[in-house]
């Protein structure tokens, strides 16, 4: 079927959401950009919610529901890019919501500036909270290259809009072509896999300030109750992630992200509330130490402090408490 240039697909993979699913799709549905093509997927949910989406797409044809086996957010995405009719695909999950101007909003932006891909920033709610306030009028358009784009995973403060993949509209030309791109089936922490290698991909990337999408922060979600997964899964994505720059030759976006895997084991190694979870920490930081880090050249400091974690957590302690001290005297950032 040969894309509409003015159908946005909105792809909802739905499992076991049914307090939640009634104001997702209510938010997609009131959107003020109206040609939709709406794309419920049923992921096998054992609850109410294949009802739900039958009943839905009962009311509005603009909706069209899957219902497939069981396989996780992963294939269910993937499942709706296959049957997408738009030029532009956008991906809700089935316990947010989000502003009825955002579809309107993002489709403009790329537009007017002849994008690949645009996002907008979120804001993190209660459970509970049905009624978040957004800001749709965004102040700030930043555009960059796709690689470009790369380096506001390394920003501070923007590694999460950065990464998810439900705050942004991206042209369906992205997933297709070579190399296609789709999401990798039975992961935790999809996005880590997936977002870079589309952002990479865009000719051009427009980051708006304009807060669009509520994301529900709940106790019994897929990312809260597989913490220990989730931190195997981000350091697997991330040195494909550190593969993915090496085979393009990008030095320095390798590095960032290098020097982000390093700190982010020693971060978890610190915040691990037992041995195990301690020496499961120090074997990961081992290997890219010995497998990555000392293949790099880095500021003597940044060297001193990497070796001194891989030989003895109480020597890094003690070094980088006299570095502090000696950065505070000197006044040094």
């Known amino acids: 079927m ?3 240039k003015d159908l946005v697909s909105v792809i909802v993979p739905v499992y076991k959401v049914e307090k939640y699913l009634d104001r997702c799709i209510k938010s997609i549905r009131e959107q003020t950009y109206t040609e939709l093509e709406i794309i419920l997927v049923d992921d096998g949910s054992p609850d109410s919610c294949g009802r739900m989406c039958d009943e839905y797409a009962a ?7 899957i219902h497939k086996k069981n396989g996780g957010l992963s294939d269910a995405r993937n499942a709706g890019i296959e049957v997408s009719a738009g030029k532009w695909i956008v991906f809700v999950d089935s316990d ?3 502003s009825t101007e955002m579809i309107a909003y993002l489709k403009s932006v790329a537009d007017g500036n002849s994008a690949d891909i645009a996002w907008c920033r979120y804001k993190e709610t209660a459970a509970d909270e049905e009624d978040a306030e957004f800001d749709s009028r965004g102040t700030v358009e930043e555009i ?3 690689r470009d784009a790369e380096y506001l995973f390394y920003r501070m403060g923007m590694m999460g809009e950065c990464m998810v993949a439900w705050n942004k509209i991206y042209s369906k030309s992205l997933f297709e072509g070579m190399p296609q791109v789709r999401y990798p089936y039975g992961k935790i922490f999809e996005d880590g ?3 870079y290698r589309l ?19 709940r106790s019994d979600s897929i990312m809260q109750m597989n913490g220990d997964k989730n931190y ?3 350091f697997e994505a991330g040195e494909g992630k550190l593969l993915f720059f090496s085979k393009y030759k990008e030095e320095e976006l390798y590095r960032l992200e290098l020097n982000l895997l390093m700190h982010s084991v020693i971060n978890f190694y610190e915040n691990s509330a037992d041995a195990e979870g301690k020496k499961e ?3 990961v930081f081992d290997r890219f130490y010995r497998d990555y880090f000392v293949k790099e050249k880095w500021p003597l400091g940044k060297k001193i402090r990497m070796k001194a974690f891989y030989k003895d957590y109480g020597l890094y302690t003690a070094i980088s408490k006299f570095e502090g001290l000696y950065n505070t005297v000197t006044g040094k950032k």
């Open 2 to 4: 040969e894309d509409n």
């Open 199 to 217: 952002i990479y991909k865009a000719e051009r990337v427009v980051v708006t300030d304009a807060v669009m999408y509520a994301y529900r922060q």
């Open 96 to 98: 947010d919501y989000i």
């Open 144 to 146: 960059f290259s796709g």
């Open 281 to 283: 920490m120090k074997e």
């Open 193 to 195: 896999y997936t977002t």
């Open 59 to 65: 009311k509005d044809d603009r909706i069209k529901v």
């Open 232 to 234: 195997h899964a981000a």
